[in-house]
């Protein structure tokens, strides 16, 4: 059964620094990697897919990172933001359509 | 496009009751998924299908029932309604998956606005 942990659960950083949030995941057999962005009782925004072949995807101060073997996956955040304040999940994806999410790491960004 | 869009958007319903949410999607993907999210417990798949007529359990089936008559709606059903169904409910949609090698925004999964149930 898949598993995927995201961490740190909470993260808090001043604006203007970088930072790295990670997911890992048991099953090595995904087929997609997906970060989300979820803001307070909103729904789940995508920011960045990345399919087993791929090893990175970038947009805008995003980069996401994905190494299969190692059952890792990180978000980098550029230059952050108060506006980047939100939860973060990860999913990882099999080819069977099933879908895993990870708990989601809580980010403020304090101006 | 409207994407993907949930109705109703908030619902109390008694114990015992039955209800159906209804998901949409207007971007002719295959794949359609209903979650639901609990403080704690993050997001679970209850149901999935992978094309017209098909349906699929995911980790938290029991309970509900699903139905997939036209390719752009997917239909949750409670039929007998519980307290420990109190929650979140979100669907999702996407690609095909086996079309490896294709855009880099190909199986994404776009999901809806959530529709908030609660279970007295």
């Known amino acids: 059964k898949q598993e995927v942990t995201q961490i740190p659960a909470a993260l808090s950083v001043p604006e203007g620094e970088n930072l790295v949030l990670n997911c890992s995941f048991t099953?090595?057999?995904?087929?997609?990697l997906q970060w989300f962005r979820q803001d307070p009782g909103k729904g789940l925004t995508s920011l960045l897919l990345i399919q087993s072949s791929q090893r990175e995807q970038t947009s805008g101060r995003l980069n996401a990172s994905l190494d299969k073997s190692s059952g890792r996956s990180t978000l980098y955040i550029a230059a952050s933001q108060p506006g980047d304040s939100a939860t973060y999940l990860c999913?990882?994806?099999?080819?069977?359509?099933?879908?895993?999410f990870g708990d989601g790491t809580t980010l403020t960004v304090k101006p | 496009n409207a994407g993907v869009t949930q109705t109703p958007k908030f619902r109390v319903l008694k114990t015992g009751q039955s209800m159906t949410l209804l998901c949409a999607q207007d971007?002719?993907?295959?794949?359609m998924y209903w979650y639901r999210q609990d403080p704690g417990m993050g997001l679970r798949l209850i149901h999935y299908?992978?094309?017209?007529?098909?349906?699929a359990k995911g980790e938290v089936p029991d309970g509900y029932n699903v139905s997939r008559l036209k390719k752009q709606n997917f239909l949750l059903g409670l039929e007998s309604a519980a307290p420990s169904q109190t929650s979140v409910y979100f669907c999702?949609?996407?690609?095909?998956?086996?079309?490896?090698?294709?855009?880099?925004?190909?199986?994404?999964?776009?999901f809806g606005p959530g529709t908030r149930l609660t279970v007295l």
């Open positions: 999913a990882g994806i099999t080819n069977a359509g099933k879908s895993t």
């Open positions: 299908s992978v094309g017209e007529g098909t349906t």
């Open positions: 099953d090595s057999a995904i087929y997609n």
């Open positions: 971007m002719n993907h295959e794949y």
């Open positions: 999702a949609s996407s690609y095909f998956l086996g079309l490896a090698g294709g855009p880099s925004s190909y199986n994404e999964q776009f």
